[in-house]
């Protein structure tokens, strides 16, 4: 039997989470709402959640745990960016946003040593995000995802620890790397993954 170790910080979407993986016969060893406790050396995976994370910038749950055992990190985006949680260590990202199947089919593919991202149009996402040819830095994906969520610039400052200014500045530079006009275009390429092109290829419409 498979055994998982769970770090989701709603209570309400762990207990969902442990009723679906259990009735696809798949033993949830520890369920956890805080990165405090360490994860169980039990676990076959471990499945964190994104908002459980101390903060946006702190991968440290996921280095620890993936050091022991396969790593699959829950996002709340439709369309997660997978580059920063890869290099922490994950084998796999999946959105919350999924159904229950397509997770249970994650942990169960992170077991067997197969890395998962999200897809877009049958194109894998990689690490790196590369757009025309450009490479958006692991700062520039965290800024942009942000702006996904609709905070403003103040917020995203706050959020991620930088200056107003400082945020304004990569979001120059993500436009101009990704060819957007204004904020709702930034939004755009990322819900739809639009970050994601074959090189030499333009970005989709």
């Known amino acids: 039997m498979i055994r998982t170790d769970i770090l989701v910080s709603s209570p309400i979407y762990l207990l969902g989470l442990v ?3 259990t009735k696809a016969g798949i033993k949830v060893v520890a369920a956890r709402t805080t990165p405090d406790e360490e994860p169980s050396w039990l676990a076959d995976a471990v499945v964190v959640d994104v908002d459980a994370l101390p903060s946006p910038e702190d991968f440290t749950p996921i280095t620890r745990a993936a050091r022991c055992t396969p790593v699959l990190v829950l996002s709340g985006q439709r369309v997660p960016f997978s580059g920063p949680y890869l290099r922490a260590g994950a084998s796999g990202v999946v959105s919350k946003c999924e159904t229950g ?14 890395h998962v991202g999200p897809d877009d149009g049958g194109r894998a996402v ?24 609709g905070l403003t610039h103040g917020q995203i400052a706050t959020r991620l620890g930088i200056s107003p200014h400082t945020v304004d500045t990569y979001v120059k530079r993500i436009r101009a790397k990704l ?18 092109v074959e090189p030499g290829q333009a970005p989709a419409a």
Do not use: P, W, Y
């Open 101 to 114: 199947e397509h997770i249970v089919a994650a942990v169960r593919a992170v077991i067997a040593g197969t």
């Open 126 to 149: 990689a690490a790196e995000r590369t757009v025309a040819g450009c490479h958006l830095s692991e700062r520039e994906e965290q800024v942009l995802g942000q702006i996904s969520r």
């Open 19 to 21: 009723q679906t993986l």
């Open 179 to 196: 060819g957007a006009g204004n904020k709702a275009e930034l939004t755009r390429a990322a819900l739809l993954g639009r970050l994601v």
